[in-house]
């Protein structure tokens, strides 16, 4: 099986836009469902409602791929389960190496989905000595010392950090002069990196804020929507309240928490 130090998947020299690769993940897990339940076909219809997009949008989408399907018998869903893998390079071994063994470290460390998806957690790496030797998954913990020789010995194209927002730079910076050139954020800090690297960031409480909007909202609709129907006259709403040193949350000696109004993230 080729390896992702020599091999990488074509999607940007055939021109499939960013927007189309983000959704490719989504057919596929879609498409998964159905192969494992012996689904010999599937229609765009079918497939989108399934995927959680609208059926223009998944045609679209599949056209990049040269993949049409037939009229009146919709996509062949092995055909493109091995389509979609293919061409998110997943018919390939990709070595990953996970930065930082704390409970969040481990918990990828022991996620079942990276093997059958063709991740290879390769090494397990942690700063603290105490953690040298210790399996986690069935994997060695291995000091940080070694992160550059671990990298080489592997072949390992993928980094992922698990680390606090105060080591997290420096373990980058490091894994990019390695030699790594896409890299999985968990760590609670925006990385700067040089062209030709790839971040992707996951932030769990960005994610719930978003959905706190959300629900907010729609216990502010709901409130309108009752006074309105009791003759209620709105009201406008309330600015927040500032203290003599201008800061908006501030207590009564003008000072703010440690991370200001809201924190933008949760510690790693």
């Known amino acids: 099986m080729a390896t ?7 999607t940007r020299s055939r021109g499939i ?3 189309t690769v983000a959704r490719l993940p989504l057919y596929l897990r879609a498409l998964t469902a159905l192969s494992e339940r012996s689904v010999p076909t599937v ?3 079918e497939l989108a409602t399934a995927a959680g997009v609208n059926s223009a949008k998944l045609r679209k989408d599949f056209s990049y791929l040269g993949s049409y399907g037939t009229r009146g018998v919709g996509y062949d869903v092995e055909y493109l389960v091995y389509q979609i893998s293919r061409e998110l390079g997943l018919t390939q071994d990709w070595p990953v190496v996970i930065v930082g063994i704390g409970n969040l470290g481990a918990a990828l460390a022991n996620y079942g989905g990276f093997a059958s998806r063709g991740f290879r957690v390769a090494a397990l790496i942690d700063a603290d000595p105490a953690m040298a030797g210790k399996p986690v998954a069935g994997i060695a913990v291995q000091h940080t010392d070694e ?3 671990i990298i080489d010995d592997n072949g390992v194209s993928i980094g992922v950090i698990a680390t606090p927002a105060g ?14 050139t896409s890299i999985l954020n968990f760590a609670p800090t925006v990385l700067s990196v ?3 690297v790839d971040v992707r960031k996951v932030d769990l409480s960005i994610e719930l804020q978003i959905l706190a909007f959300h629900e907010q909202r729609k216990a502010g609709e709901d409130s309108t929507g009752h006074e309105e129907g009791a003759d209620a006259v709105p009201q406008p709403p309330v ?14 000696s003008g000072r703010q928490g440690p991370d200001g109004d809201v924190p933008a993230v949760m510690p790693a």
């Open 239 to 252: 600015a927040p309240h500032r203290t003599a040193a201008g800061s908006p949350g501030a207590d009564s």
């Open 167 to 180: 080591a997290a730079q420096q373990v980058c910076d490091r894994l990019v002069a390695a030699g790594i």
């Open 43 to 45: 229609s765009s219809e």
């Open 4 to 10: 992702g130090r020599t091999h990488r998947p074509a």
């Open 147 to 149: 992160l550059e020789k």
């Open 194 to 196: 040089p062209d030709g």
């Open 17 to 19: 836009p960013e927007a």
